[in-house]
């Protein structure tokens, strides 16, 4: 997701530093350094946009240690305010939430093997251009990527309204034998069961708005 540049992310940042993760690149992350609750499973979401995904799981799951990761400044900045804002008015403190601002290309350095129990890919950019290939996140090399730092038999789900975006994971998926897919639908909205306890994103709220079906999968690690 990119924003116009806002001058007072920097400041914010500075000023709620204890909410980010800093990796010096010089070793992984220790999980176990992050959290109060060291021995809660660690969720990650991949490009968290303006937050509203996270951190209601945030709110709603007080077991689970959630990291919401975006490459852009602006936007990690969005989502931190979205997030104390919304933690406040219920009175609770931020306990079980990060952000990180780094690039999913840099996982395997930045995470230890097995070390993630559950990733979120949702409405990542499709990258439609056939030289762009590579570029997306459920392109074979991702997710070789995601079964090295998500733990044996972990899950990863993946959203989006792009449909030839969703016919091309599939494709990878299947020729990918770290993965068993375990849920597909290109039409959530009518999957009442599913709906249960789905969150949106932000652009999930948008494209649902518009009337566009939303595609989603689930896929296991086989190992």
């Known amino acids: 997701m990119r924003l116009r ?19 010096d690149k010089t070793s992984k992350i220790n999980l176990g350094d992050l959290f109060e609750n060291k021995n ?18 945030a709110l709603q799951e007080h077991n689970i240690n959630f990291i919401g990761m975006e490459k852009e400044e602006t936007v990690v900045g969005v989502a931190l305010k979205k997030t104390i804002t919304e933690f406040q008015q219920q009175n609770r403190e931020i306990s079980n939430l990060k952000y ?12 230890t093997k097995e070390s993630i129990d559950k990733t979120y890919l949702n409405f990542s950019d499709p990258w439609p251009k056939a030289s762009h290939t590579k570029k997306r996140l459920t392109y074979r090399t991702f997710l070789d990527i995601y079964a090295n730092i998500i ?42 069961e599913a709906l249960k306890n789905n969150i949106q994103t932000e652009y999930e709220t948008k494209f649902h708005n518009l009337g ?9 690690k086989t190992f």
């Not at 990180?100 to 995470?111: C, G, V």
């Not at 792009?162 to 909205?189: C, H, M, P, R, V």
């Open 40 to 57: 809660q499973p660690v969720h990650l979401e991949i490009g968290c946009g303006k937050g509203n995904f996270i951190t209601k799981h």
């Open 212 to 220: 566009k079906n939303i595609n989603k999968l689930i896929i296991k």
């Open 5 to 23: 540049n806002k001058p007072w992310v920097k400041e914010y940042l500075a000023n709620n530093e204890k909410y980010l993760i800093k990796w």
């Open 100 to 111: 990180f601002n780094d690039f999913a290309e840099d996982l395997s350095d930045i995470f």
């Open 151 to 192: 733990k044996s038999h972990g899950l990863l789900e993946f959203k989006t309204d792009n449909d030839g975006l969703f016919a091309f994971s599939l494709e990878e998926i299947a020729d990918n034998k770290n993965w068993e897919l375990i849920y597909q639908t290109t039409d959530l909205y009518a999957d009442a």
